[in-house]
């Protein structure tokens, strides 16, 4: 997936920062307490590093954001709490439209293991990942996302990788 990014990146001359250094992702105080997502110094830390990556094209305005938190972070006591409330919610959702796909994935994975097709679900995914930038259109072609916002939903070509 980071080698798809990375081209399309490239293609589109896009501003990408990279965040799964070890110093971001090993650094606790970046993130929230349930560890999936940042906590706000951590997205001062991106907020700078998106503005670093700016500033370097003249795209800037202003001085970068400071990466030191305006408020304290919240207590051990508040921290379970949230988890307990806004955490429980998150996970409810979560478990009807993500988990169950990421079951089938995983599911596939086992199989194509207990199979010793592993190879092959692997060879599949770099084809999909490599193909799927030839599916788009080149830099600069009338009607694409350079020219204007589309006014319905895209089509998206899919990639299965799990059979």
């Known amino acids: 997936m980071n080698a798809l990014v990375h081209a399309l990146s490239d293609r589109y001359d896009a501003v990408h920062l990279h965040l799964a250094d070890r110093s971001r992702v090993g650094d606790r105080s970046l993130w929230s307490p349930d560890r999936l997502h940042p906590a ?5 830390t991106v907020a700078a590093g998106f503005h670093a990556l700016l500033a370097a094209r003249g795209l800037a305005l202003g001085a970068p954001p400071g990466l030191e938190p305006r408020q304290p972070p919240p207590g051990r006591l508040d921290s379970w709490r949230r988890l307990a409330t806004a955490g429980t919610g998150r996970l409810a959702r979560r478990s009807t439209d993500l988990l169950p796909q990421l079951m089938c994935l995983a599911g596939a994975e086992l199989w194509h ?43 998206v070509a899919r990639a299965r990788m799990e059979g």
């Open 40 to 44: 706000e110094r951590g997205h001062r």
């Open 113 to 155: 293991r207990a199979c010793g097709t592993g190879a092959h679900l692997d060879r599949r995914a770099e084809e999909a990942l490599r193909s799927a930038p030839a599916a788009l259109p080149p830099r600069g072609v009338p009607g694409t996302a350079e020219q204007a916002a589309p006014s319905a939903p895209v089509a």
